[in-house]
């Protein structure tokens, strides 16, 4: 008998260690990600970023899950209920989730979070700010924020739109005014002056202006009529060539270039003749923002042991960014954008 109690003793204790081992206490390690406003299937920003988790689970055998925002009020919810589910690390989604995560991480500093297009500090002008307008003062330790140079990306876009155009027209819009968003359109602007000033071109960008900081808005990342919209009205003034930089929105501007054979797009976040395949007949090329390889390598990070917080930056040079395959290009743009590329890894040409 002694030695049946003997062998429970041992079991229970080993099943004990098992369990010390496993994330979240106990089990496998658990991923949650909360989503911005586009939703999950977005086919751009969310649905990127939730392709690291979904390799995350298949090669490194994590639990992952998201929730859905559909208002802003949403994200503290949504966050403290990962916080609740004992999740080991919780990714959040985007710029307007700054100061929700930065509270959650410093009200629950053995809770690891990682946050894509934001980092800490945010804060810079009135203390006092810090939790209302702005998140942190200061780096946060159990924070990794994921940030991305698409400027550089969307510089090459820009170029490869102005020796793309019919019309001499191309025009850019967002769904939102905020940095994220503003940086893809400064970027597709400044590829277009140097394709302007290389070429003796005059290329116009309608629907945007860094000169005046400024441009067209949607102020929504999820209305397909939006996107419509907006790409009609930029046909009208004589583009043929358009940038959404809204999400979901920016499949209502494929749509209506499609339905009219008036206009191509180009897509962001992802290869948008892969995640919106049905478009690919009017996609001239996608501004990558590789966010899945981002969340997924913070991911092993915290599985491993090795997670920091501070700031992840992608660019053309780590390949955090870049341009998928301009259609129809010829073999001279083809060598230009290479060789722009090689320039702005080199620091030959500033994208401002």
């Not at 939790?131 to 698409?150: D, Y």
């Not at 997670?307 to 290009?329: C, D, H, I, M, W």
């Amino acid at each position: 008998m002694k030695k049946l109690y003997s062998v429970i003793a041992l079991l229970i204790v080993a099943s004990l260690a098992l369990s010390a081992c496993g994330g979240g206490g106990g089990g496998a390690f658990k991923v949650g990600m909360v989503t911005d406003l586009g939703g999950i299937d977005d086919k751009s920003f969310n649905a990127t970023a939730y392709k690291g988790i979904e390799r995350a689970v298949a090669d490194l055998s994590v639990e992952g899950k998201f929730l859905q925002s559909t208002q802003q009020s949403d994200y503290a919810k949504n966050i403290q209920q990962f916080i609740d589910e004992n999740n080991d690390l919780i990714v959040t989604v985007g710029f307007l989730l700054g100061v929700d995560t930065a509270t959650a991480a410093k009200a629950n500093p053995d809770t690891k979070f990682t946050i894509v297009d934001y980092a800490y500090p945010d804060c810079f002008g009135d203390p006092a700010d810090e939790g209302k307008t702005c998140g942190s003062t200061t780096e946060l330790p159990n924070v990794l924020g994921l940030v991305f140079s698409t400027d550089q990306a969307a510089f090459l876009a820009g170029y490869a739109a102005a020796a793309s155009t019919k019309t001499g027209k191309v025009a850019t819009f967002g769904g939102i005014n905020i940095p994220p968003v503003t940086i893809f359109m400064k970027g597709f602007q400044a590829g277009v002056n140097h394709y302007n000033s290389g070429m003796g071109a005059a290329v116009e960008v309608l629907g945007w202006d860094t000169a005046a900081n400024d441009g067209a808005f949607t102020g929504n990342f999820d209305s397909l009529d939006d996107g419509r919209s907006f790409a009609e009205s930029f046909v009208q003034e004589g583009a043929d060539i358009v940038m959404p930089v809204a999400g979901p929105v920016g499949l209502g501007s494929a749509a209506y270039c499609q339905e009219t054979g008036s206009c191509k797009i180009i897509g962001v976040d992802t290869d948008w003749t892969v995640s919106a395949s049905e478009y690919t007949d009017v996609i001239l090329t996608s501004v990558l923002k590789n966010m899945d390889v981002a969340v997924f390598d913070a991911i092993k990070a915290a599985k491993d042991g090795t997670f920091k917080g501070g700031v992840y930056s992608g660019t053309l040079a780590n390949n955090g960014v870049g341009l998928a395959a301009v259609s129809g290009a010829s073999a001279e743009l083809k060598a230009a954008l290479e060789k722009l590329q090689a320039d702005i890894v080199s620091g030959a040409v500033k994208v401002e």
